[in-house]
């Protein structure tokens, strides 16, 4: 589930698309996060800080970051891995969950190599936490890519945290891991291997077609054109709305895309469902230590005729703080305690 794809060189931008592909509506809204938040691991809270960095966001039920951009210009994606784990908790360790673990990243660097050399200097561990609604257990990977053009795919493999650094790591899917991905597309013709291009919505088809596609790319001539350049490819990579498979009833459509410059600082998401495209300029966003936090309600807001369009730079309102899942959410649901806290009006 999910495509991730850089364009480094568009006509001197970074640009970056993926697509977000699941298997039911993830009440997925854009918040405006501001610098100096204040949030802590989502584990035991032994680590806590306070955001350096605003930044735009897509959540997941109001309760995950799952893909975003912050004002310096560091963007993260979260995707799905089957091979994912995290191995045993370990208390001498830093941990986070995997709620806040991409918004750690966009809170606290500019550029991957310092969200890369965090990770591995402190050798951090990554938690899984249980859908409170369906009992699912997220396994999931993390892209991360900046106004630079350097890029790294973090995954956690048996417990051991295995990191991608470089800018020619420009795809990323599904499984299998990332390493055994590189070596299927090697097979590839154009990438070393005699294979044709594949045409199926299976993870490696749609690495190895993201892969051919974004080098060939025209230089773009404005930001118009490099954007709607980078919605043509994830598009070729995207998974159509289709009955179950046999023996497959959560098997992937795409449900909603996001394309991001990096350099020009422009996020823009378009829904699969609803007509409309809307995007954020983050020079016209206040991200000012003490503003509020603001959400921009893309359920309804994309649903009704003549709704939101086009630039939603000043459209986000008030809510209240966005409330990431927790461990102590997860328990005091498992104790009889209560709903998790959300974001959501009632």
Not at 138 to 148: G, K, N, R, V
């Amino acid at each position: 589930m999910c495509t991730r794809v850089v364009w480094p060189d568009a006509d001197g931008a970074v640009i970056v698309g993926r697509n977000m592909d699941y298997h039911r509506d993830l009440g997925t809204n854009l918040w405006k996060l501001p610098r100096g938040s204040r949030r802590d691991d989502g584990v035991d809270g032994a680590l806590t800080w306070q955001s350096r960095y605003g930044s735009i966001v897509a959540t997941a039920f109001d309760m995950i970051t799952v893909d975003g951009v912050n004002e310096a210009g560091l963007a993260g994606h979260v995707l799905w891995l089957a091979e994912s784990s995290y191995g045993e908790l370990d208390p001498s360790r830093p941990a986070l969950s995997q709620a806040v673990w991409l918004q750690y990243f966009l809170d606290n660097f500019a550029t991957v190599a310092e969200a890369v050399g965090w990770i591995t200097s402190n050798r951090v561990q990554v938690v899984q936490l249980t859908d409170p609604v369906t009992g699912e257990v997220p396994t999931i990977h993390l892209a991360l890519d900046d106004a630079s053009g350097d890029s790294a795919i973090i995954e956690y493999i048996d417990g051991d945290v295995e990191v991608h650094h470089g800018a020619e790591f420009r795809v990323m899917t599904n499984s299998p891991k990332y390493d055994e991905q590189l070596a299927l597309l090697s097979q590839i013709d154009g990438f070393g291997g005699e294979n044709p291009l594949p045409g199926t919505t299976l993870a490696p088809d749609r690495f190895a077609r993201a892969a051919h596609y974004v080098r060939r790319l025209p230089q773009p001539k404005t930001q118009l054109e490099a954007i709607a350049s980078m919605f043509s490819v994830i598009r070729n990579a995207a998974q159509p709305f289709r009955l179950p498979d046999e023996g497959r009833p959560d098997a992937s459509q795409t449900i909603w895309q996001v394309v991001a410059d990096l350099t020009r600082l422009r996020y823009v998401f378009e829904s699969t469902t609803r007509p409309n495209i809307v995007w954020v300029d983050l020079a016209d966003v206040d991200f000012a230590e003490g503003s509020p936090p603001l959400v921009l309600d893309l359920g309804s807001g994309l649903a009704i005729e003549g709704g939101l369009a086009g630039n939603v730079s000043t459209k986000f309102e008030e809510r209240g703080e966005l409330h990431f899942l927790s461990l102590t959410d997860l328990r005091r649901l498992a104790a009889g305690h209560g709903a998790v806290a959300s974001s959501r009006p009632s």
